[in-house]
């Protein structure tokens, strides 16, 4: 049967009844069962090292009030440490700039880059009430502009029309252009992915940063990755400097363990995350809930 860390993490204290301090021993059993869980679910190692030393110091001595058991206290500190660890509170999508604000989206090819570009659009327009152009820079791959195109039309927001031939950056001015004339708030360029991390993708979204300077640069990341996820948010934030993280494929991920090392080998906030193929299928990210999760 399936144990949750929860789970598992109370059976570890049912045997001991007496009350007072935890001890050095009983933590110690139950940062192993903390260990296992995160490593299964994916969490990058130097980060569950890093965790449960921090739950260690913070559970060993703590006095078990007598309201709670000693395993329903040990799972609080690690709720609460999962929490801080992930960032807290959510964060929003920074708008307070000048209009058009521009939003770059990076990631790699199949990381769900173009369908975020549209939820993120569709949002803004729906919920805040923003004028939104997306825009599509991929100039190898014409689908991923007219895939843009099409989700755009479903979900009535404007795209850049498309001129074969341009190049990425002047797509990217193009879109700034027409956002400035055309009374945008905010303007979304969808940068094009690569299968894998190469020195070409990350010299062409540099410089688009370069000419654009959005005021977001999101990393779309698929959570089912796992590791690759997690190294692949490391070469865009070193390279090319990222302001937030989009986890995609929430939905399919059991527990979370993604979320935890992005945040941690990145430092970066993780801002939304995409938990199905709809167009409406966008949440904020909420620490505590994934802390949930991953607890189960
Ligand atoms: P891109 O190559 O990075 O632009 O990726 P796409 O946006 O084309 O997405 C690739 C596939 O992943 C599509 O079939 C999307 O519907 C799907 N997808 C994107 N985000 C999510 C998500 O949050 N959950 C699920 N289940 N599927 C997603």
């Given amino acids: 049967m399936f144990e949750t860390l929860s789970d598992r993490l109370s059976g570890i204290f049912d045997k001991l009844t007496r009350r007072g301090a935890l001890s050095e021993a009983d933590v110690s059993e139950a940062m192993r069962e903390v260990r296992r869980a995160l490593l299964e679910a ?24 007598k309201s709670v058991t000693p395993g329903q206290m ?15 509170d959510a964060k929003p999508i920074d708008l307070h700039a000048v209009a058009p604000v521009p939003i770059l989206m990076v990631g790699l090819q199949g990381s769900g880059k173009t369908t ?47 001129v074969p031939g341009q190049t990425a950056v002047q797509i990217a001015s193009r879109a700034i252009n027409a956002a400035k004339l055309g009374g945008y708030d905010v303007v979304i360029l969808d940068t ?4 894998t991390v190469d020195q070409e993708l990350m010299a062409e979204v ?7 300077n959005p005021h977001e640069v999101l990393l779309v990341a698929d959570a089912l990755t796992g590791q690759d996820a997690v190294n692949t948010a490391r070469a865009f934030d070193e390279q090319v400097g990222v302001t937030g993280i989009v986890l995609t494929r929430v939905d399919g991920d059991g527990r979370g363990g993604a ?7 990145t430092g970066k906030p993780i801002k939304l995350m995409g938990v199905g193929e709809k167009s409406d299928a966008l949440e904020d990210f909420h620490p505590s809930r994934v802390a949930d999760r991953i607890l189960g």
């Fill in 74 to 88: 040990v799972v609080k500190i690690v709720h609460d440490q999962l929490v801080e660890m992930l960032g807290s």
């Fill in 192 to 195: 094009a992915g690569r299968v």
């Fill in 116 to 162: 975020t570009t549209s939820k993120i659009a569709r949002r803004l327009t729906e919920r805040d009430r923003k004028k939104v152009l997306m825009a599509s820079l991929d100039t190898r791959r014409p689908a991923a502009m007219e895939q843009l195109k099409i989700l755009g039309e479903q979900n009535s927001v404007d795209t850049l029309p498309i």
């Fill in 42 to 65: 994916d969490v990058a190692l130097d980060v569950v090292k890093s965790f449960t030393d921090k739950v260690r110091n913070r559970a060993i001595g703590a006095e078990v009030v």
């Fill in 206 to 212: 540099a410089e688009v940063k370069r000419q654009t």
């Fill in 259 to 265: 979320a935890l090392s992005m945040r941690a080998v």
